[in-house]
């Protein structure tokens, strides 16, 4: 079975940093891009960065600069480190498996980050 | 950046009634698009992809239309689980941008 777990959220002040990790299993984890995607309370999805099988990142204008996601194969495992925290960075956040022309399947269960003085 | 527009917000609709949802994009992503169902608490489930394709294990009531610009989700006999949130999702201008519609909840009239 495909599984992705999500750690290392938690309460952060403004202008803080935290590093988030995602374990995968249950498939070939270097033969597939990963992204992460994060959710506002109440909000919509928005797609945070990905990272392809060859190590190359993609990131929206939010995050870009202040967001580093990486992979290590040999643990399965995908990372986002978020530095510069912003109260508007205050969400869920889910990895995800890229499908091969970047859909998003499955998904992790989500962990929350929250911004706050 | 490509824009994806989604409506109605809210859809009611009673068990057993169809459903059509629609995403329209501000530009033409040709048939790269997926469909996204989302319940309260959990994690977003892939439904369609490539505009009509449905994933593994998705039921047959769900299907995808339409290509370029105007898309549909059809829910052809609206089960109790299907009452979500469902988002649509373009992937043409991949890599560097991918981008979500703001969602339609469905809801129980």
């Known amino acids: 079975e495909v599984q992705l777990v999500e750690s290392g959220g938690g309460l952060v002040q403004p202008g803080g940093s935290l590093r988030l990790s995602c374990a995968a299993s249950?498939?070939?984890?270097?033969?597939?891009?990963m992204h992460w995607v994060r959710q506002a309370t109440g909000k919509g999805l928005e797609w945070v960065s990905a990272?392809?099988?060859?190590?190359?990142?993609y990131y929206p204008g939010s995050v870009k600069g202040r967001f580093t996601i990486s992979r290590e194969n040999a643990k399965n495992s995908l990372y986002l480190q978020m530095n510069s925290l912003r109260a508007g960075d205050t969400a869920v956040y889910y990895c995800?498996?890229?499908?091969?022309?970047?859909?998003?399947?499955?998904w992790g269960q989500g962990t929350l980050v929250t911004v706050s003085s | 950046e490509i824009v994806m527009t989604q409506s109605p917000a809210t859809l009611s609709v009673s068990p057993g009634e169809r459903a059509t949802l629609s995403c329209r994009a501000s530009?033409?992503?040709?048939?790269?698009l997926a469909w996204y169902q989302q319940k309260p608490g959990q994690a977003p489930r892939l439904l369609i992809y490539?505009?009509?394709t449905r994933a593994t294990g998705i039921p047959a009531r769900f299907s995808g239309s339409g290509s370029g610009t105007e898309f549909t989700l059809t829910i052809s006999s609206l089960q109790s689980e299907d009452f979500a949130v469902y988002y649509c999702?373009?992937?043409?201008?991949?890599?560097?941008?991918?981008?979500f519609g703001g969602g339609t909840k469905v809801e129980i009239k």
């Open positions: 249950g498939f070939t984890f270097s033969s597939y891009d």
């Open positions: 490539g505009a009509s």
């Open positions: 530009q033409s992503v040709s048939s790269n």
């Open positions: 995800a498996r890229g499908g091969p022309l970047s859909w998003f399947d499955p």
């Open positions: 999702q373009q992937y043409n201008n991949w890599p560097p941008l991918l981008t």
């Open positions: 990272i392809g099988t060859a190590g190359d990142t």
